[in-house]
């Protein structure tokens, strides 16, 4: 499998983490599993069909897809027919270029996009990341992302900031929050911090260059103990520790 990443036009950086392109390989076929990172992309199909939701949903030659928020992994097969391109959305950041439903009516789903919000295919293929950049930059809604701070606050902690002290910090109610959170990204603040606190957990996990025990890690992270990693790390990975 070949895959690789693209920085977008800098005016775009506030809103796009990413564009992306995964090309299979001779005689591939294998599942390839995606963890929940608190953001929402947009997919087009280049090559043949492919699974993706864990086998229930099929992507078709030449058809754009949004692929909500998750709150878990999510399998999609590659084999050597395999040719997709997309974009990493910020979190919030939708709603900035697509009109649409609150979010949370998108969580771990896959939805075709209608024609008029679709990529043109002939476009993709001369040279997808250039027009992307063009297709976002004329589409752009509004510049502000009302979660801005919230999410900032979220990441500097680490996703360890109680629901209700990012509430407070930022001026609002709790159930404010929750509202914005399921509109704008589709998850609710407390799905979300802990998916941001699981990815630095699986982070530090990684880093081959850190020789931390579990336990470590897991107080580090904010985790009771090492039980309570080992389970996040299950929930959103369906992995163990040792098999990352």
């Known amino acids: 499998m070949k895959y690789k990443k693209i920085k977008p036009y800098k005016e775009l950086a506030h809103f796009i983490h990413f564009y992306w392109e995964l090309k299979g390989t001779e005689n591939e076929k294998q599942w390839e599993r995606v963890f929940p990172d608190g953001c929402a992309g947009i997919i087009l199909n280049l090559g043949n069909k492919c699974l993706t939701d864990n086998g229930l949903f099929s992507m078709e030659f030449g058809k754009t897809y949004v692929v909500g928020a998750m709150n878990s992994f999510k399998d999609s097969f590659i084999d050597n027919d395999t040719h997709l391109i997309g974009v990493c959305l910020k979190p919030a950041t ?11 009516e998108l969580t771990n789903d896959t939805v075709e996009l209608e024609k008029s919000n ?21 589409r752009i809604k509004t510049k502000t992302n009302p979660l801005h701070a919230v999410i900032d606050h979220i990441h500097s902690s680490n996703g360890t900031t109680s629901i209700y002290d990012l509430a407070k910090r930022n001026f609002t109610t709790v159930r404010q929050l929750e509202r914005n959170f399921r509109k704008l990204i589709g998850l609710s603040p407390k799905e979300y911090s802990n998916i941001i606190r699981f990815q630095n957990a699986l982070s530090l996990i990684k880093d081959s260059k850190q020789n931390h025990s579990l336990l470590a890690i897991a107080f580090e992270c904010g ?11 299950k929930r959103n990975t369906g992995l163990s520790p040792s098999l990352l």
């Open 94 to 104: 939708f709603a900035n270029f697509y009109s649409y439903a609150s979010q949370n």
């Open 118 to 138: 679709s990529f043109r295919i002939d476009k993709a293929f001369e040279n997808p990341f250039n027009y992307f950049d063009h297709f976002y930059s004329e």
């Open 223 to 233: 985790y009771y103990d090492h039980s309570h990693l080992s389970n996040e790390i």
